[in-house]
């Protein structure tokens, strides 16, 4: 991990105090004001979609993201030995009798879940033009998929290259090996690549939360994401510290927040510590401590009046 060697400050910065340069995320800039709001779906069948992505424009989402890890057929993609008997179990669609004659049946159970997984791209895709983040959350950062190197790589290739997502979400430190060919691809395809982390357990000390950081910068990051869970509200100003020092410091722009209950106050002041935006919802909440995307806006409103 990168040594982060700026200086550790809690000040909480003005928004003219904050260096970090713009990214685009589709024709949404983040890294300027007004902070931007994203609004997680998670369809399970392609029934479900059309409701969630009117749902996420209704709230007023700037960007979508569509959280991969709750549809119906990432659940054959574990990778694991028992993958298939994995996704027969819990009803996911698997192989017909002619493919699996050709194809051995693993391959057949990834194939077909890619295909369905870009076809639900390519409907998201013409439903809207609010620019989309597709990110598989896996069980080792708190998401509903397990997911081995190759079948996390091989879905985010599938991802990446289909053509109909803005920006990959990529699990910088739980798949290190990954993490190159994802970012290569995505330059190559020209979307953005959020490097991302989040630690359901505790909130890190400040040094170790601006190190991630930092390291997912020098990684080529185009936006590093961190998430925490507070045990308190020293630990929450321990996140917003960090945030507000790395807004800083750092050149690229920054997505923070501490989840739970007590992690809510993190996310309703983008503006004065310094992340670029922040996740609200509208119906679902993908991760505990989201705040109503509607009530976020007028949050936002009034924040970034201060
Ligand atoms: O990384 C994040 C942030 C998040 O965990 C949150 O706490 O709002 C919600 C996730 O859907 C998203 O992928």
Redesign the pocket.
Known sequence: MAVYTGLLGSEILMGSEILMGTKFIGHVELGCEPKKIIV?IMPVHAEDIGGLVRGAETAGADII?W?IDFWGDVRGLSGSSNSVEVAEAEGAEVASDALEKTHPRTDTTTTNAHHSIIKAAGRIRRLTSIPILA?C?TSLE?GQTSLTDSAYENLLHALITCGHIDAI?VEFFSYPDVWDKARQWAKEAGITTIA?H?NFDHTPQELEILNRLATMEEGGADIA?I?VFPHGYTDVCTLLSATATAAKYMDIPIIT?A?GHVGMMSRLMPTAFGSVAT?GSAGQV??P??VDAKEMRDILTLTEKL
């Open positions: 997680p993201e959280r990110t959350r708190g979400d991302s989040h994401k998430a927040m989840m996740f993908s991760a401590g989201q």
